[in-house]
């Protein structure tokens, strides 16, 4: 904490003279195996909050169970590390009722796109003004080794000793076929910039954004990510001024690079399933569609007061 917040706190409670470094943001320590990419990412969102100057009282973070769930206790933002699969419920509550502060939701793949599969798509839907980050591993790893729906065909997991016998499912390509879908993005754990920048752009969208992050786990998928990260040419990146942005030493290292308007929903659906290299970036992003938060904000049949009254009346009716 700087010297002006911990001055701020102690004389006269919460002032926004607060600067808050990267360290203001750090929780407890981090219980992950070495190497995990979930300590990378967790960098990142604290560098994003750092330089988004986000206020830790009015910034919350939301998870459900997994390995990566264990998010909010790293933080010292407020928290909720809720149940399976509930992760964007919870924060849809959160948002709907407190529009006035930040919400993230941090999710592991079992989590989004499994037990948590039916409140995916319609958070999707409802177009809240948040961040759903999807910290994608291809495992179960809490529950050491079983088969999560983005495992690769034939990977063998503890569920599946002779391998898994299903084709994964594509989280992004899934996001972009629902309605009302605003924002799509996937970055990787260990390019820090990319990861800076995605997060910073999902933050800054008006809706809600999806992030899915290809994440390391060292522990059950040794090595899984090792030709990604040794070859940048098994990336795509995508590129455009609408796009991630990266400073010109960053980009250079993508040999592999596709200019892509992300308001090009046709073009953004071909490389989210496309063979070959991996796109990252910024698949598709419209600000111009309906939000449910701005309708509960605005109360239409649904304020406090008008709830209340209802409440009252239906209790009402059990009088004697
Ligand atoms: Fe990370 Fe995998 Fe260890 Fe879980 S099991 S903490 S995902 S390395």
New binding site residues.
Partial sequence: MSETMACSLLSCGYEDDRVFEMDDYAGAIAR??P????HAILAGVERLLAAEQLKPERTMFVSGIG??SRFPHYLTTYGFHGIHGRALPLATGIKLVRPDLDVFVVMGDGDCCSIGAGHWIHAIRYNVNMVALLLD?N?Y??TKNQTSPTSALGRKTNTHPRGALLQPVNPVQTTLGVANVSFVARTVDWNPPHLFATLQAAHRHQGLSFVQIL???????AGVHDPLQSDPSQLLLMTHPEGIQLEDSIQKIFKNQQEHDPSDMDTARELAGGEGAIAIGLFYRDQLLDRYDQYTAAGIATSRDEKIAALNAELSSYQI
């Fill in positions: 992950w195996c190497g995990c990419g979930d390995c990566s591993n495992i790893g809490l994440q390391r786990c060292p522990h059950y998928k």
